[in-house]
């Protein structure tokens, strides 16, 4: 198990590695080392046939923040990239040979929405709030969510997710294909964990052909994803995403 102030977490129980982001005070907001973790954790994962499921949680209240503003402004204002670890995870996510679970407490935004577009089975407690703020942030949808996002809930609601950056509840995110079941917030660990390792106690073999099959071909998702990247790269250093990484910086 990783060091308890660290803010990844990870730990194998019962076939299932979960993988926690624990930057409560931030509320999980998720920096290049945090991803850089989250890839890692996920490779080794992938390499222990131990491990059958992953399931991603985060803290009470909050999934994730989404990315880190501050390396976004970073970015912004000096065109330099610390890390590229985002498209690691990115890429590991999209790909991913084992699957995914996640347990959503509180708030999911951008990234910590997306993600979940690629997760095999999401649960989701009454609190919840999803919204992804691209667009208002002078940016555009990532993680390969333009394309994927469409063929989970239609254009319509794709648009008023990552297009307009609508806030959905847990019941609109039901109703969009990418909740599965909604539990209350005290409920949603055991729920979710139970659920992973149900998944990780189904015969190994059949579950990969069937989950791959059902999952179908993922390189278009990966190539929209790093279409995306360049669009986002170079929004980053747009004047419409500094004023909205300053505004959010020098709020009160
Ligand atoms: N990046 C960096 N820091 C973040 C963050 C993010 N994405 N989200 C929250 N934080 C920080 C806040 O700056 C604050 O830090 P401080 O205590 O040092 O001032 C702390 O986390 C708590 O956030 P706060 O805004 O006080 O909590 P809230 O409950 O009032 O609002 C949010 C929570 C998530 C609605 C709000 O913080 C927010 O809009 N965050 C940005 C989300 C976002 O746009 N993410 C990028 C998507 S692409």
């Known amino acids: ?110 990234v910590g929405t997306t993600m979940l577009l690629h997760c095999d089975y999401v649960v989701s407690s009454e609190a919840s709030m999803f919204k992804t703020p691209f667009v208002d942030l002078g940016l555009v949808p990532e993680a390969g969510s333009s394309l994927i996002g469409p063929e989970i809930m239609g254009h319509h609601k794709a648009f008023e997710l990552l297009g307009m950056g609508a806030g959905f509840g847990p019941a609109d995110a039901k109703e969009a294909g990418f909740v599965n079941r909604i539990v209350a917030s005290d409920a949603l660990e055991e729920t979710a964990n139970g659920i992973a390792q149900a998944i990780a106690a189904k015969p190994v073999e059949a579950l990969k052909l069937s989950r791959d099959l059902i999952r179908g071909d993922r390189t278009p998702v990966l190539k929209r994803m790093q279409e995306e990247a360049v669009l986002f790269g170079q929004r980053l250093e747009s004047d419409e995403a500094k004023q909205a990484f300053m505004a959010f910086m020098s709020k009160g």
Do not use: C, Q, W
């Not at 501050?70 to 670890?85: H, I």
């Not at 690691?88 to 790909?95: G, H, S, V």
């Open 1 to 110: 198990m990783s060091e308890a102030n660290d803010h990844i977490v990870s730990s194998v129980d019962a076939g299932v590695m979960t993988i926690r982001m624990n930057r409560p005070d931030k509320k999980n907001a998720i920096t290049g080392d945090m991803y850089a973790r989250m890839a890692s954790a996920i490779d080794e994962a992938n390499a222990n046939d131990d491990v059958r499921a992953i399931l991603f949680l985060g803290t009470p209240g909050a999934f994730s923040a989404g990315n880190d503003i501050a390396d976004f402004a970073k970015v912004a204002m000096t065109g330099k990239r610390d890390s590229m670890s985002v498209f690691d995870f990115l890429e590991r996510i999209i790909m991913a040979p084992k699957p995914m679970i996640a347990g959503v407490d509180g708030l999911a935004i951008g």
